[in-house]
């Protein structure tokens, strides 16, 4: 799963966030500039048995601006279906995205 999306701030921050289907890597950059990653080796990226993940960090700058990306997988048959990702800046839902 790999997105885009601009923060609404006076930045215009981009941020990447890419997951691997196959072995779960996942990281996150905020103009090209890793601010989050989670290693493929880690058995928490592998094994879980949360429908919740939070992915959450804050970028440096004149305002604070704290992002949280949160992953739902679906109940049944998760390894089939769409994960729903969840983008929020500031506590405020910005965009949402599906994909595996």
């Not at 890419?18 to 890597?25: H, K, N, T």
């Not at 992953?71 to 839902?93: D, E, H, M, S």
Request: charged residues 15%.
């Amino acid at each position: 799963m790999k997105f885009t999306f601009t923060l609404p701030d006076p930045e215009a921050t981009v941020i990447e966030y890419y997951r691997s289907a196959l072995w779960g890597g996942i990281w996150i950059k905020a103009n090209g500039q890793k601010v989050f990653s989670k290693s493929a080796f880690n058995p928490s990226s592998q094994i879980s048995f949360s429908l919740t993940c939070n992915y959450q960090f804050s970028l440096p700058g004149s305002s604070p601006r704290h992002v949280c990306i949160t992953k739902k997988r679906p109940f049944l048959f998760a390894g089939f279906r769409r994960n729903r990702y969840i983008v929020t800046f500031n506590g405020q839902p910005i965009e949402e995205h599906f994909g595996y």
